[in-house]
């Protein structure tokens, strides 16, 4: 049961482009939404996070949207850099006991072209 | 670099056999969680330890057993080996064990069952 699902496997864009990474779930009692990036041979790294009672993070390039009613989420990163050519992962909180548990989507692999 | 070590890097096996990946987590956290990486898949929880105790459980085989030890360091003990065992093998740790805050992730260690 995936309940966490990133249903694009690439992305390619090109340099100074948006770059959009997009992941649906499908358990409601989620309540904290996490992005994380990962370059071959190295563990993922914490990129941006959102709460579910807000609709948007911004951290510089990086801004995250959360449609609660449509279980949705995505991920824009502008303008596209090579250097962001990497493995994104969305990955989804359970809430209550759950504690620290993340439930991870399989990536989307994003290349940007120079 | 995260800060959480990981040892061995690399660790070829034959099935049947035992194995114990260790983790060293960030200076300050409390908490360990581990993850499996399978070919194609994305990473899934086994389990997170929080100070010496265990705190939440995902889909863990009973092949496999982790703790964590007074200096907080961590290791899964992997045991009676199957070729689809063969997987990256994640540990991250955090602050605290809420999982609101960052999941700091090492490098991995990637088993080969032969």
């Known amino acids: 049961d995936q309940q966490v699902k990133q249903n694009s496997p690439s992305l390619s864009v090109q340099e100074g482009r948006i770059s959009i990474l997009n992941c649906d779930y499908t358990?409601?009692?989620?309540?904290?939404f996490l992005w994380y990036k990962k370059y071959p041979a190295e563990g993922p790294t914490f990129l941006i996070s959102?709460?579910?009672?807000?609709d948007k993070n911004e951290d510089g390039r990086f801004t995250v949207f959360l449609n609660k009613s449509a279980k949705h989420l995505s991920l824009h990163i502008v303008p596209s850099q090579p250097g962001d050519s990497a493995v994104y992962f969305c990955?989804?909180?359970?809430?209550?006991?759950?504690?620290?548990?993340?439930?991870f989507g399989q990536g989307t692999i994003l290349t940007v072209h120079p | 670099d995260s800060g959480v070590t990981q040892t061995p890097k690399h660790l070829i096996t034959a099935t049947g056999q035992r194995v114990t990946l260790r983790c060293s987590p960030r200076?300050?956290?409390?908490?360990v969680y581990w993850y499996q990486q399978s070919l194609d898949q994305g990473l899934q929880f086994l389990i997170q330890?929080?100070?010496?105790?265990?705190?939440a459980k995902g889909n863990i085989l009973e092949r496999f057993s982790a703790q964590q030890f007074p200096d907080l360091h961590s290791e899964l003990n992997l045991s009676s080996l199957e070729l689809g065992d063969s997987a990256l093998y994640f540990c991250?740790?955090?602050?605290?064990?809420?999982?609101?805050?960052?999941?700091?992730f090492g490098p991995g260690t990637r088993l080969t069952v032969l």
């Open positions: 330890y929080y100070n010496g105790e265990e705190r």
């Open positions: 358990n409601s009692m989620f309540d904290y």
């Open positions: 990955a989804a909180r359970g809430g209550g006991t759950s504690y620290g548990k993340l439930t």
């Open positions: 959102i709460s579910s009672i807000k």
């Open positions: 991250a740790s955090s602050v605290v064990g809420s999982g609101l805050n960052e999941q700091f």
């Open positions: 200076s300050g956290d409390l908490s």
